[in-house]
């Protein structure tokens, strides 16, 4: 699939994508965001990214870490994403030190040794080029910096992998389809079959300059949080 017909679907399934993410996952996404924020090791003061940021869930919860004093770039090529994401932010009766940006994974813009943390939220399996993406945001990540990339995996037990499968076919999808969504969430299935394993993600991190990378398979290897770390100079 192309990155035009990705953020084609990225686009139209925006006005439902938080309230799908919350049956996709049954109900556990933000746990899984908040753990994805805690391996940043995001702190107090710092300046952080989050790449694919779709509507904003982690974006937020890094602003929350770094506190008034710190700054977090919420990057996303769907407009209607970030649209959604700053409607969030505006409702919310304090504000949050959140910049959105309209940009390409594997084109950042940003200059060299910016950011003090990096997350990145089902991004990573929709990009068209893995290995330039984790490029893109070893670039970008300061030395001694940390990136936690959370997505959707296919776990390796063969009966966790039929219930997931079972989930999507019986549940996601009728749901979508009843909102008119069928084909935008019917994507999911195939892009899982073809996204890299943790191992292999390990292997495709270390390979572009990570020193260090750790995958953590969680919810029955369903999920996935890749940590990864930039060598201090």
Request: glycine share 8%; net charge negative; charged share 20%.
């Amino acid at each position: 699939m192309s990155s035009d017909q990705v953020r084609a679907i990225f686009d139209r399934i925006a006005p439902v994508y938080d309230q799908f993410n919350t049956w996709l996952s049954l109900g556990q996404h933000r746990i899984w965001k908040s753990m994805t924020v805690k391996w940043s090791e995001a702190k107090l003061g710092d300046v952080c990214l989050d790449v694919c940021c779709g509507s904003g869930d982690l974006a937020q919860m890094l602003a929350e870490k770094v506190g008034p004093d710190g700054q977090v770039f919420g990057v996303d090529f769907s407009s209607a994403q970030l649209e959604v994401a700053r409607q969030r932010i505006e409702r919310r009766s304090l504000p949050l030190p959140i910049t959105w940006l309209e940009g390409d994974a594997l084109a950042l813009p940003f200059s060299d040794n910016q950011f003090d943390a990096a997350t990145m939220g089902y991004g990573l399996r929709n990009v068209t080029d893995i290995p330039h993406s984790l490029k893109e945001l070893y670039r970008v990540l300061k030395p001694g910096a940390k990136a936690a990339i959370l997505d959707l995996h296919r776990p390796s037990s063969p009966q966790v992998r039929a219930f997931q499968q079972w989930y999507l076919d019986t549940i996601v999808v009728p749901l979508a389809h009843q909102f008119g969504f069928t084909d935008e969430y019917a994507y999911i299935a195939p892009s899982l079959d073809k996204f890299p394993p943790g191992w292999e993600q390990v292997n495709l991190a270390l390979e572009v300059g990570f020193s260090t990378a750790t995958h953590y398979p969680i919810a029955g290897g369903t999920m996935g949080v890749l940590v990864v770390r930039k060598d201090e100079e």
